[in-house]
């Protein structure tokens, strides 16, 4: 079945450095949707960018991710961390006309000063 | 975008009881999903729940151990039914956008300690 692995565990970064966040993905399926989602503590986790088309940048809020389909890969960038940027970061997959929504384990980014 | 109310927001049981989560939408959706996620940990997906239709539940979740309930397209109960400490999590209710790529939308989460 589909499934989607991340950079596992705990980030740390210094503020002003810059954030990368892997994602790679599984799934049988040639037009998959990757989305990365954000989960804030004591927030309900919610959509921070998504994507379905190959080889094409997306942006949202300073964060940006682009989807290759060669390389099963959604990796979610920002080139300079900030403090409030310290989350749980989702990568997720879904595929058209799949009703399955796949969530990587979470990637925890903690940005100190 | 869908807006999500969960209630309640928090709760503490003793082992043995149940309690019931309710969840509920701003607009019709189609589907709900309910998610188990432990401290800092994956979000889990526990079942799929369509109107009038039994829920479809994952692999580690049971319809005797949590059933689900969903009368109509905006309101979905979750039940835990004979709860454990080992069910102290937050459940997240959560429906999709089938108009915004699936986009997923999450209710606020039901805080849950089990003594």
């Known amino acids: 079945g589909d499934s989607v692995t991340q950079t596992e565990g705990l980030v740390t970064l210094t503020e002003g450095l810059p954030v990368m966040l892997n994602c790679t993905y599984q799934?049988?399926?040639?037009?998959?949707?990757l989305f990365w989602y954000v989960h804030y503590l004591n927030e309900s986790p919610r959509l921070l960018l998504k994507s379905s088309t190959d080889n094409k940048r997306t942006e949202h809020q300073g964060f940006h991710a682009t989807l290759h389909k060669s390389s099963s890969s959604f990796h979610l960038q920002k080139s300079s961390a900030q403090l409030s940027d310290s989350a749980l970061y989702y990568c997720a997959l879904t595929n058209t006309g799949n009703y399955k929504y796949v969530f990587g384990a979470g990637t925890r980014l903690k940005v100190i000063a | 975008s869908v807006l999500l109310y969960q209630k309640p927001n928090r709760d503490i049981c003793q082992s043995g009881t149940s309690l019931k989560i309710q969840c509920v939408a701003d607009s019709q959706v189609v589907s709900m999903f309910w998610y188990q996620q432990f401290q800092e940990q994956s979000l889990m997906l526990m079942a799929t729940?369509?109107?009038?239709?039994?829920?479809?539940?994952e692999s580690g979740f049971t319809k005797d151990k949590f059933p689900i309930s969903r009368p109509n397209l905006t309101f979905s109960t979750l039940t835990v039914n004979n709860a454990r400490p080992g069910d102290s999590s937050i459940y997240f209710c959560s429906s999709r956008d089938r108009d915004l790529q699936d986009t997923q939308y999450f209710g606020p989460g039901t805080r849950l300690l089990v003594l």
């Open positions: 799934t049988i399926y040639s037009n998959p949707f």
């Open positions: 729940a369509n109107e009038g239709s039994e829920a479809t539940y």
